[in-house]
Nanobody, 120 residues
Framework: EVQLVESGGGMVQPGGSLRLSCAASGFRFSTYDMSWVRQAPGKGPEWISSIANGSPTTWYADSVKGRFTISRDNAKSTLYLQMNSLKPEDTAVYYC?????????????WGQGAQVTVSS
């Protein structure tokens, strides 16, 4: 059974930090590109960061560039998101995503989400 389980969410004051983790199981984690996507209350999903499967190549949305860092530990099948200098507008449910496309088929998995609330 494929599972992506996020943890590390919570409430933090503006300027604070949180580290999200996404533990993967049931598929070959190292062969998947991984991403974080968030959804704020009343808004649509927003892609914020991705990391390639076989290299340290990373991408970030402008809204989080310089504040968030995505990383992965293939030996532990775990994805991370270090979030620094948090702002109230970072409040959202954060989802991890695993995606791999081969000829004729793509596999796409989602976690259940972790709530992050930035408030004083």
């Amino acid at each position: 059974e494929v599972q992506l389980v996020e943890s590390g969410g919570g409430m933090v004051q503006p300027g604070g930090s949180l580290r999200l983790s996404c533990a993967a199981s049931g598929f070959r984690f190292s062969t998947y590109d991984m991403s974080w996507v968030r959804q704020a209350p009343g808004k649509g999903p927003e892609w914020i960061s991705s990391i390639a499967n076989g290299s340290p190549t990373t991408w970030y949305a402008d809204s989080v560039k310089g504040r968030f860092t995505i990383s992965r530990d293939n030996a532990k099948s775990t994805l991370y998101l270090q979030m620094n200098s948090l702002k109230p507008e970072d409040t959202a449910v954060y989802y991890c995503n695993a995606k791999r496309c081969r000829p004729y088929v793509c596999s796409n998995y989602w976690g259940q989400g972790a709530q992050v609330t930035v408030s004083s």
